[in-house]
């Protein structure tokens, strides 16, 4: 009977501690995957001397999750605050979107670059087209990805963007919103 009731208790913190263990989303895989290319290809600018840990710059990742598309999958947007170091350049956030789409996991490992060539793509039907720099910083997740952006036009000064707005995207949009200021022309 202690045979038994030992053998009951071993099975039972066994199988306690299996399920404490926390298994990683598909969403924190792909971001895991994401920066660790970033680190390899010196995508990620830091100021100190040496890199800092995997597991430093995960913590300097903001993120975001929500079902955007609403199927009922989470999707996820994951980004890093350009860091200048002190200077005054002016650098968009490194971002990634992840989202289902038709029961698939597509990932956008360049998604800073979509919504900027949707930006100046929007810009142009407006008849503007001699664009410079282009910054784009993101909000977060809801029912779309929320952020702002600025665009440099001609010999706009450094920090002083002719153009600036704000933008929310969803993957199943063809058209993403944009709201724009324009302060010179």
Same mark, same amino acid.
């Given at each position: 009977?202690?045979k038994?009731?030992?053998? &009951?208790?071993?099975?039972?913190?066994?199988?306690?501690s299996?399920?404490?263990?926390?298994? *990683?989303? =598909?969403?924190?895989i792909?971001?895991? *995957?994401?920066?660790?290319?970033?680190?390899?290809? @010196? #995508?990620? =600018?830091?100021?100190?001397?040496?890199?800092?840990?995997? +597991?430093? &710059?995960?913590?300097?990742?903001?993120?975001?999750?929500? @079902?955007?598309?609403? !199927? #009922?999958?989470? @999707?996820?947007?994951?980004?890093?605050?350009?860091?200048?170091?002190?200077?005054?350049?002016n650098?968009? !956030?490194?971002?990634?979107?992840? $989202?289902?789409? =038709? #029961? %698939?996991?597509?990932? @956008? *490992?360049? &998604?800073t670059?979509?919504?900027?060539? %949707?930006i100046? /793509?929007?810009l +142009? *039907? %407006?008849?503007? +087209?001699?664009?410079?720099?282009?910054?784009?910083?993101?909000?977060?997740?809801? =029912?779309?990805?929320?952020?702002?952006?600025?665009?440099?036009?001609?010999?706009?000064?450094?920090?002083?963007? /002719?153009?600036?707005?704000?933008?929310?995207?969803?993957? !199943?949009?063809?058209?993403? $919103? &944009?709201?724009t200021?324009l302060?010179?022309?």
């Amino acid at each position: 009977m202690n045979k038994t009731i030992l053998t &009951f208790l071993a099975v039972g913190l066994i199988n306690l501690s299996c399920s404490a263990q926390v298994k *990683k989303s =598909n969403l924190e895989i792909e971001a895991e *995957k994401w920066t660790k290319e970033l680190i390899s290809e @010196d #995508g990620i =600018n830091y100021c100190e001397e040496n890199s800092p840990s995997l +597991s430093e &710059f995960l913590k300097q990742m903001s993120s975001s999750e929500s @079902d955007i598309n609403s !199927d #009922g999958i989470k @999707d996820g947007l994951f980004y890093y605050r350009y860091n200048s170091c002190g200077g005054t350049a002016n650098f968009s !956030d490194l971002s990634m979107l992840t $989202y289902s789409e =038709n #029961g %698939k996991l597509v990932t @956008d *490992k360049n &998604f800073t670059q979509t919504i900027i060539k %949707k930006i100046k /793509s929007n810009l +142009s *039907k %407006k008849q503007l +087209s001699e664009f410079g720099a282009a910054t784009v910083n993101f909000k977060g997740l809801g =029912n779309s990805v929320i952020g702002t952006y600025s665009v440099w036009v001609g010999e706009d000064p450094n920090g002083f963007p /002719s153009i600036n707005g704000m933008f929310q995207y969803s993957p !199943d949009s063809e058209y993403p $919103y &944009f709201e724009t200021s324009l302060f010179a022309e």
